[in-house]
């Protein structure tokens, strides 16, 4: 099973920005869709956004579209989020996951591994 492993977090001021990166070594990591979750205090995990194997589709939750790149780069076996215009209500763990298929998917079943975490905060 692929362990993904993010990086990048940090504390940001508000409409700054972060790239965070994720790193999922293994032979498999072409073949499957990524994707990122969030979960900010007292809250459930939350879709960011996905891509799929060959970064030919992705998806963005609303209240990041416009704001959030994902992207993916198969040799590097590494997939990244770009945040611009960063918000207070950005501040969460991300959360970098492995698809169990090629498409990505929007919800946490679609996903087979999951990383640790990294914290964002970004202050008013």
């Known amino acids: 099973q692929v362990q993904p492993v993010e990086s990048g977090g940090g504390l940001v001021q508000a409409g700054g920005s972060l790239r965070l990166s994720c790193v999922a070594s293994?032979?498999?990591?072409?073949?499957?869709?990524m994707g990122w979750f969030r979960q900010a205090p007292g809250k459930g995990r939350e879709f960011v956004a996905d891509i799929s194997w060959n970064s030919g589709s992705t998806h963005y939750a609303d209240d990041v579209k416009g704001r959030f790149t994902i992207s993916r780069d198969n040799a590097k076996k590494t997939a990244y989020l770009q945040m611009n215009s960063l918000k207070p209500e950005d501040t969460a763990v991300y959360y970098c996951?492995?698809?169990?298929?090629?498409?990505?998917?929007?919800?946490?079943?679609?996903?087979?591994?999951w990383g640790q975490g990294t914290q964002v905060t970004v202050s008013s």
């Open positions: 293994g032979p498999t990591f072409g073949f499957y869709g």
């Open positions: 996951a492995v698809g169990r298929w090629p498409n990505g998917g929007r919800e946490s079943s679609d996903f087979a591994s």
